[in-house]
């Protein structure tokens, strides 16, 4: 089993960063890649960005490239979710999840752990 905690959510204007962790505990040496989603009210889950646990290989949505940027810190078992120039239709509850095995990055389908995800709210 993984534990996932996402932390560092809240409320900002526009135009304003933000730097989300997620801090993994328990079996981590199974995790093969972590992802990023966020879900906003009425709409479904999408991905926001991922990493691979090993190569550090990192993917992006369209709608946050050049904005966002996520990392790791394998010794500290976190991924951060550095956002800046933030826009209000970032505002969603964002998650952390992780994966044992491969697919495509943004299915939450192929995710095994999730947290319990931390609120970003963006106002124009």
């Known amino acids: 089993q993984v534990q996932l905690v996402e932390s560092g959510g809240g409320s900002v204007q526009a135009g304003g960063s933000l730097r989300l962790s997620c801090a993994a505990s328990g079996r981590t040496v199974s995790v093969n890649a972590i992802g990023w989603f966020r879900q906003a009210p009425g709409k479904e889950r999408e991905g926001v960005a991922g990493i691979w646990s090993v190569s550090g290989l990192t993917y992006y949505a369209d709608s946050v490239k050049g904005r966002f940027t996520v990392s790791r810190d394998n010794a500290k078992n976190t991924v951060y979710l550095q956002m800046s120039n933030l826009k209000p239709e970032d505002t969603a509850m964002y998650y952390c999840?992780?994966?044992?095995?491969?697919?495509?990055?943004?299915?939450?389908?192929?995710?095994?752990?999730w947290g319990q995800g931390t609120q970003v709210t963006v106002s124009s």
């Open positions: 999840a992780a994966r044992r095995n491969g697919g495509r990055w943004n299915d939450p389908v192929i995710y095994d752990y």
